[in-house]
């Protein structure tokens, strides 16, 4: 397994390893929705901020930010280790997508900074 996170995480990937493949495949619905909600509230947020500047709201769109990359990062560790376990061939199985074939900067509605965006074609990529 080679996937090094750059953002602090609650586990490596060694011990990621070391969970069964429906602990892992639940973690990542987990965060999933948690990242649905944190990118939604983000444009609730943007839209407040595009009206008025107020610090409190700016203070929580900077952190939401740093989580969404966080969380991000740790659904894609998460499925690195589940294609470690299953083959990316099985990832569908469990509702998971494989990973991009191309590189996020190539990809519409991908990742972007770390963080999932949604396209209207596609949906939330991951």
């Given at each position: 397994?080679?996937?090094?996170?750059?953002?602090?995480?609650?586990?490596?990937?060694?011990?990621?390893?070391?969970?069964?493949?429906?602990?892992?495949?639940?973690?990542?619905?987990?965060?999933?929705?948690?990242?649905?909600?944190?990118?939604?509230?983000?444009?609730?947020?943007?839209?407040?901020?595009?009206?008025?500047?107020?610090?409190?709201?700016?203070?929580?769109?900077?952190?939401?930010e740093?989580?969404?990359?966080?969380?991000?990062?740790?659904v894609?560790?998460?499925?690195?280790?589940?294609?470690?376990?299953?083959?990316?061939?099985?990832?569908?199985?469990?509702?998971?997508?494989?990973?991009?074939?191309?590189?996020?900067?190539?990809?519409?509605?991908?990742?972007?900074?770390?963080?999932?965006?949604?396209?209207?074609d596609?949906?939330?990529?991951?």
């Amino acid at each position: 397994m080679s996937f090094q996170p750059v953002h602090p995480q609650p586990f490596t990937p060694a011990e990621a390893a070391q969970l069964d493949v429906g602990t892992i495949v639940a973690e990542i619905a987990r965060l999933r929705n948690s990242l649905s909600h944190l990118i939604a509230t983000q444009g609730e947020l943007r839209s407040a901020l595009a009206e008025e500047e107020d610090a409190d709201l700016r203070s929580a769109l900077d952190e939401n930010e740093g989580v969404i990359a966080s969380q991000s990062e740790r659904v894609e560790m998460l499925r690195s280790v589940l294609i470690d376990k299953v083959g990316a061939e099985s990832l569908a199985h469990y509702g998971i997508e494989p990973p991009p074939t191309q590189s996020p900067a190539q990809t519409n509605g991908s990742v972007a900074n770390g963080a999932p965006t949604a396209s209207e074609d596609e949906g939330m990529h991951l």
